[in-house]
Structures are given as structure tokens and as C-alpha cells.
């Protein structure tokens, strides 16, 4: 791929982060919910990314189970989460490493964590990664590319389905990020939960 190509392609992630930035800010991004198989959209991400991972290198493992977890979300916008979160694994962690892709049901969540053997972020930044344009390390931007916005709309799409989304880092042993969403929109049978207003 060319740098040209390359640098548009940045380019163009970055006008869509800024969209939506400005579309979360003044309450005009609108969720399209219906039923959907989180498992699948998981996996479907996923074996997306297994190419780049094995270009790179890196090992990547998908742990989800086998039958659908069907719930009520917006598939796209989930999905635009799980890719951040990958790409944000492969793009850290080093040759010869490992990310792992799981999800499973914790009492009333579904549970996604993206688990990798990267570089791994100190404490001190923790608190500050889910905010607009916050970088570690600024000098990561030119490395590995980035604005800073991949986190923040993670955060404001998983929030707005009524879940939450976290992280657990140390230095030089990795870092995992994960997110829940309620099972009360899990679909059972004829029983399907409301949409959110």
C-alpha cells in the first residue's frame, strides 16, 4: 500500500472519529437497535483481523461460545467497538505476542474482553484513556497513528446501550479492555426487551 494511500485512508478514520464526535456532543447520533447475535459479531470481527495479526506476527486467539447471544443493539456500532479495541491490541503489542478475543455471560452482562501481551499502560494514564484526543504518548501518534478519539467513542456507544466499558494495564505485561452490555435486552423466546428511548 502506498504512503498516499495510507495517509487517506488516516485521514478518512479520522473525519468519520470527528462525525461522530460531534454527533455524540449534540445528541444526533442515534442508535438503529434490533436483535442481533453478539456471538457472532464477535466472531465476525475477529476472523476479520486474523490476516493483519498473522502479517504482524502476533497470535490471535477467539474464545466465544459457540451458540448465538442474541440482544437487542445496534450490531454496527458494537462491532465498531470490538474492531477499535483489536486494532488497538494488534497495533501495540510486538511481534511474537499474543491478543485474545473472549466473551462470555456474567450473571446478567455479556461480557467482551480484548486481552493482549503489548506494551502494556501505566497507572498514572488509566483514568485519562477514555478521554477526547488523551494520548499516553504523544510520540505514539507518529508510530502507530491515532488521534485519540478510538476510546472515548467506544465509550459513549457502550454507554449509550446502557453498558460500561473498562481497562486493566501494567507495564511490560499487557493491557485488557473490556466492555458489558446488559442482558436485559437478551432475547429469550417471544420475550424481547423495548428499546431504549
Known amino acids: ?16 472519529d470527528l462525525l461522530d464526535v460531534a454527533r455524540l456532543e449534540s445528541g444526533s447520533l442515534r442508535m438503529n437497535c434490533q436483535e442481533s447475535d453478539l456471538a457472532r459479531c464477535v466472531r465476525d470481527i475477529a476472523t476479520g483481523f486474523h490476516p493483519l495479526a ?8 477467539l474464545e466465544v461460545p459457540d451458540g448465538p447471544l ?36 456474567r450473571e446478567n452482562e455479556a461480557w467482551i474482553e480484548v486481552e493482549d501481551s ?5 497507572q498514572e494514564h ?4 477514555f478521554e477526547r484526543f488523551y494520548q499516553v504518548d504523544p510520540s505514539t501518534t507518529r508510530v502507530h497513528g491515532g488521534a485519540g478519539l478510538g476510546l472515548p467513542i467506544s465509550k459513549a456507544l457502550i454507554e449509550s446501550h446502557g453498558g460500561r466499558i473498562g481497562v486493566r494495564s501494567q507495564v511490560g505485561q ?24
Open 54 to 61: 498473522q502479517g504482524k506476527g502476533i497470535s490471535l486467539k
Open 174 to 197: 499487557g493491557s485488557t479492555f473490556w466492555f458489558a452490555l446488559p442482558l436485559q435486552s437478551r432475547i429469550n423466546g417471544d420475550s424481547v426487551a423495548e428499546p431504549q428511548p
Open 118 to 122: 503489548g506494551i502494556g499502560i501505566s
Open 1 to 16: 500500500v502506498s504512503q498516499i494511500g495510507m495517509g487517506a485512508k488516516r485521514l478518512e478514520v479520522l473525519v468519520d
Open 70 to 105: 442474541t440482544l437487542r443493539m445496534d450490531g454496527l456500532r458494537i462491532a465498531q467497538v470490538i474492531a477499535n479495541l483489536i486494532s488497538n491490541a494488534l497495533k501495540f503489542t510486538p511481534p511474537g505476542g499474543r491478543v485474545r478475543v473472549g466473551l462470555e455471560v
Open 126 to 129: 488509566l483514568p485519562y484513556l
